[in-house]
């Protein structure tokens, strides 16, 4: 088991470097990654085995997954949740969707600590996040059985809604949603989200 501590320290730029590298090059078990994502609090991920640490993401990211949760938080079918909130995906794969949301037959999902994989899981985009949220995020979370997936485009403005094909277990042609659209989730199919109300300021 892995003891945390918290220490001032002088800090360079070299220095966090390595304090970096030494995070993401170490091999991590499922305990030490959701003991240190607990107590920093902070989003983190597990993939592969490795600890992935995102960027602080900005007031405006944050505007957009509050406005998002809001609007699915009305449905009386589920329950959503927002990072930092770790999801296994399968096996040494931990992501922290922006937004997720589980019917209320699948809450028996959300443990303590982390959360099995839920019934929709929504990525705002970000510079440092969009190849990831766009490629790897998209393949895993289909595999992992996840059935509805949105990416969020801040600076298009859009909203991309991907359905799972349980057979395959891959996201069908996404259908885009532009700002002057609403979207009734296939998950939480009690209410309509005005695309615009998701990035309205």
Do not use: C
Not at 1 to 24: C, D, G, Q
Not at 77 to 96: C, I, N, S, T, W
Not at 118 to 136: G, K, M, Y
């Amino acid at each position: 088991m892995l003891e945390w501590h918290t220490m001032t320290v002088m800090t360079s730029p070299r220095l966090a470097e390595i304090i970096v590298e030494w995070f993401a090059g170490r091999e991590w078990t499922e305990a030490e990654y959701l003991q240190f994502a607990s107590a920093r609090n902070a989003i983190v991920e597990l993939v592969d085995g490795k600890v992935v640490l995102e960027e602080m993401p900005s007031p405006r990211h944050q505007t957009v997954v509050l406005n998002l949760a809001l609007a699915l938080r009305q449905s009386d079918l589920g329950k959503v949740f927002v990072a930092p909130m770790p999801v296994r995906l399968d096996q040494g794969h931990m992501r922290e969707p922006d937004v997720v949301f589980f019917l209320r037959d699948h809450l028996d999902r959300v443990h303590d600590q982390y959360a099995d994989p839920p019934d929709l899981a929504a990525e705002v985009l970000s510079p440092s996040t969009r190849s990831v949220d766009l490629e790897a995020n998209h393949t895993a979370y289909a595999r992992a059985g996840i059935a509805e997936y949105w990416i969020v485009d801040v600076e298009a403005r859009t909203v991309d809604v991907h359905l799972l094909d349980p057979e395959s277990r891959r996201f069908g042609t996404p259908r885009r949603h532009g700002l002057a659209e609403a979207i009734r989730p296939a998950t939480a199919s009690d209410v309509t989200i005005p695309v615009g109300a998701i990035f309205a300021d």
